[in-house]
């Protein structure tokens, strides 16, 4: 999704220095305010800003009024926001929420820069460590030991395919693709081209670089060497297996019929119509079938591999609650923050999004257990079986989604080979966290 740098967005994620400029005032007008011996007897009111909207939404506020029904000492006032500039605006001119919602790739570049609490004191003062999350979910957003932020609930990956056009092509059904050789050949099976060599069907098309780089046996970032491996043999495969594909039929062709497709959200889905009999996507999109698709036959199955004797690996995405640096009121935040992410209300809110609820005892909870009874345990066998992977928390904030998409798009139109692509993403991103790693070292010691 496209996202716009703002100049408050290069004030806050550059120098923490400046930071220090905006809040040291702040911070000196709150510890006065703090002296008054006088106390009121009204409730404490914080600031909530939080990304759902809808159904989602509307279960959201459920939530918070049943927390401001049992703590009368603090009251949550909350609203719904893009994720983005109005945050790191906020933050920059000492006016931030008490907590707000934050993406996943977003979340190492700012927390480092300073604008967010670290949570780890309430963290271990609450008993909440990394054995009760999931395999792989503790680390997930953390770039240094510190914990800028928890996960709302989590997403994965696997391969959505349809039954009925299985059948058609004379492809077994119930049963996806389970080597990648069988998934490249049911691609191409399941495609359909008109008399022109239109595209009338895509039998699949890869789009997610990051899980082919895992699944050819490759990676993204070295963290004991503090380096980038994008452009390594296996990442150098993986892409070139993918820009088979869009060579295949032409880029131009692929643009013209994608853009027919309908709304992801919405009976118009190309997945629903047919247009697609083989895509990449998430556990939330059981829900989508249901509303809009109720018909439809299809399985779903786990991302194959080429690596002998290892079992594949899925992406996992998420977003975070944090609590930004200058917030009037931390510690009825944390308050806040503690009673959201409790098992009970984590179970409940992931089974209202249909997500995953990133702790063991969430997922057990009574709340829970209808949807385990569903399809959506396969999306959590993965996780407990740490199958999925994030992409590594880097201060780079969105310059490596971005740019990995600049080059994909290069790459698939045929303007550079994917060697080409690698190398200078490779190069890029690399001088960059360079430059970010100089920056927290320079500052690594101030408040």
Known sequence: MPFIHSIAYNLICCRKCLLLAFFAPLAMLLLAAGCSPEKSEDPVEIVFWHAWNGHEGKFMKELIDEFNRTHPHIKVKASSFVIGDKLMAAIAGGIPPDVATIWDWMLPTMGEAGCFMPLNNWLAESGITKEDYLPHI???????????????????????????????????????????????????????????????????MPSSPFIWFWNFGGDIYD??????????????????????????????????FTSTFGESQSPNNPFYKGKIAIWEDGQWQMR???????????????????????????ISGNSFWAIPVGCPHP?????????????????????????????????NHPAYQELMKTRMKDFVDLLRAGRTRYVPALPLGQQLTA?????????????????????????????????????????????
């Open 138 to 204: 503790w680390e997930c957003g953390m770039f240094s030991d510190k914990k800028y932020g928890v996960p709302t609930t989590l997403n994965v990956t696997m391969l959505y395919y349809n039954n009925n056009l299985l059948r058609e092509a004379g492809l077994p059904p119930n049963q996806g693709p389970k080597t990648l050789d069988e998934l490249t050949e049911w691609g191409e099976k399941l495609s359909k081209t008109d008399a022109d060599g239109r595209i009338s069907r895509i039998g699949f």
């Open 223 to 256: 963290p004991v060497g503090k380096r980038l491996c994008i452009d390594s043999p296996a990442n150098l495969r993986a892409l070139e297996w993918m820009e088979s594909f869009y060579r295949k039929y032409g880029i131009d062709n692929y643009r013209r």
């Open 403 to 447: 740019e990995c998409n600049q080059v994909l798009e290069l790459v698939f139109s045929g303007a550079i080979t994917p060697k080409e692509g690698l190398a200078t993403l490779q190069k890029r991103l690399q001088k960059s966290l360079d430059r970010a790693l100089l920056d927290a070292e320079l500052y690594k010691d101030l408040p």
């Open 331 to 363: 510690e009825e935040a944390w308050t806040f923050l503690h009673w959201l992410i409790s098992p009970e209300q984590s179970a409940r809110f992931a089974a209202a999004l249909y997500n995953i609820p990133p702790m063991e005892e969430a997922l």
């Open 288 to 314: 989508f079938i249901q509303e809009y698709a109720i018909d439809l036959d299809y399985g779903i199955a786990p991302i194959p591999t080429v690596i002998p004797g290892q079992e594949s690996v899925t």
